[in-house]
């Protein structure tokens, strides 16, 4: 057991160790990050500039749901793992991972997770540079039963994010080019994972059917969960038992892909 966690310690280490070079990289990026959310505090200004609220929310609670998602993307999103693995698939070094005992699954979520953290952390460069303007802006609620629903939700919409990343890497097993995948499931993700706008403002009947949907958990679930745009324990918790379902349903999926791409690359290879 020790020596299996030991394995993908070392992958995380080094997947650590490959992003920490690209810092900078990650740093541009959020600093990048702050133009998008100039644009939402500009547009969002705009349609609450009669007063009021919208969808039961007044604008600074809107603020505060936007700038969470973009600290909550830095920290669980999939950037180009998907790519990742299709260029190591292209090229061959898949075959390392055939002849090693190694879970190309978990080497990758343990790189993965190592990115992350490095992305994460330096997120806060250019909000801190920010906050002076920001802080009038955020309101967070203070229901301290938030924190024990939101950490297993951001967790689950880790893996659901990176099985997606994984599920389309697959992909390469069967097509050259996984780009256009790729693009329209980014398309999908921004509408239905309320990076657009918050889900909650959906018809009632269509906001219903997106909570059983992947896109839901992807983002929205655990942003609504920290900013307050879900109140119900009880429906949290019911969203908690459908997202960790479809990381079941998507963990079996990657891996029916894994086996079924490894029978065509042993076919082609032979």
């Known amino acids: 057991m020790l020596a299996t966690l030991n394995k993908y310690r070392h992958a995380f ?11 900078w990289n990650f740093a541009v990026r959020g600093f ?27 604008l600074r609670q809107t603020l505060t749901y936007f700038v969470t998602l973009l600290v909550l993307q830095f920290f669980i999103s999939a950037f180009n793992e998907d790519y990742q693995i299709s260029e190591e698939i292209r090229n061959g070094l898949i075959n390392q991972f055939l002849l090693k005992p190694i879970n190309y699954f978990l080497y990758r979520f343990s790189i993965f997770v190592a990115a992350r953290l ?6 806060f460069i250019p909000l801190l540079v920010a906050m002076p303007i920001l802080k009038d802006y955020l309101t967070f609620p203070t229901e301290w039963w938030r924190f024990g629903l939101a950490v297993p939700a951001l967790l689950l919409s880790a893996l659901i994010q990176f099985s997606i990343a994984y599920c389309f890497g697959m992909l390469t097993f069967w097509f050259l080019e996984i ?3 790729v693009i329209l499931s980014m398309a999908i993700e921004s509408v239905l994972g309320g990076q657009i706008f918050p889900l909650d403002l959906l018809p009632a009947e269509i906001f219903r059917i997106s909570q059983y949907l992947p896109f839901y958990y992807q983002m929205y679930f655990p942003g609504a969960i920290i900013t307050g745009r879900l109140n119900d324990p009880v429906a949290i918790s019911q969203g908690l038992l459908i997202e960790l379902g479809w990381v079941v349903a998507l963990l ?8 079924r791409g490894l029978r065509r690359h042993t076919a082609v290879g032979g």
Not at 118 to 123: E, T
């Open 13 to 23: 280490l080094i997947g650590l160790q490959s992003n920490l070079v690209y810092r």
């Open 32 to 58: 990048f990050s702050l133009f998008h959310l100039a644009v939402v505090f500009i547009l969002w200004g705009a349609a609450f500039a009669g007063g009021g609220d919208i969808g039961g929310f007044d």
């Open 118 to 123: 490095v992305s994460g952390a330096l997120v």
């Open 179 to 181: 780009q256009g995948f």
């Open 252 to 259: 079996a999926l990657g891996q029916w892909l894994w086996v």
